[in-house]
């Protein structure tokens, strides 16, 4: 059973960045497609980035060119680095496999909250 843990989040004001990890345990990270996803406050969940196991990536237009998704094999981790966010960036973010596939089991997430 594949296991994630998100981190790095926190508060940060608008304008700010923030680097995700989501460390993945139980399986070989480099075959999967990966996404993240985040769930703000009486929203449904909505995915923010993909990357294949080929490396390409995939942004929702809300974070186009803000936001980064990439992934290091060798570590089993898959980052989200956030540049210029926003207040309506905040949410509880996870990783889990893209949303074309079965998903794993979610982890706890992590809090990104965007405020001055």
């Known amino acids: 059973q594949v296991q994630l843990v998100e981190s790095g989040g926190g508060l940060v004001q608008p304008g700010g960045s923030l680097r995700l990890s989501c460390a993945t345990s139980?399986?070989?990270?480099?075959?999967?497609?990966m996404a993240w996803y985040r769930q703000a406050p009486g929203k449904q969940r909505e995915l923010v980035a993909t990357?294949?196991?080929?490396?390409?990536?995939t942004y929702a237009d809300s974070v186009k060119g803000r936001f980064t998704i990439s992934r290091d094999n060798a570590k089993n981790t898959v980052y989200l680095q956030m540049n210029s966010l926003k207040p309506e960036d905040t949410a509880v973010y996870y990783c889990?496999?893209?949303?074309?596939?079965?998903?794993?089991?979610w982890g706890q997430g992590t809090q990104v909250t965007v405020s001055s």
């Open positions: 990357i294949s196991s080929g490396g390409s990536t």
């Open positions: 139980g399986s070989i990270l480099s075959i999967y497609y």
């Open positions: 889990n496999r893209d949303s074309r596939f079965p998903k794993w089991t």
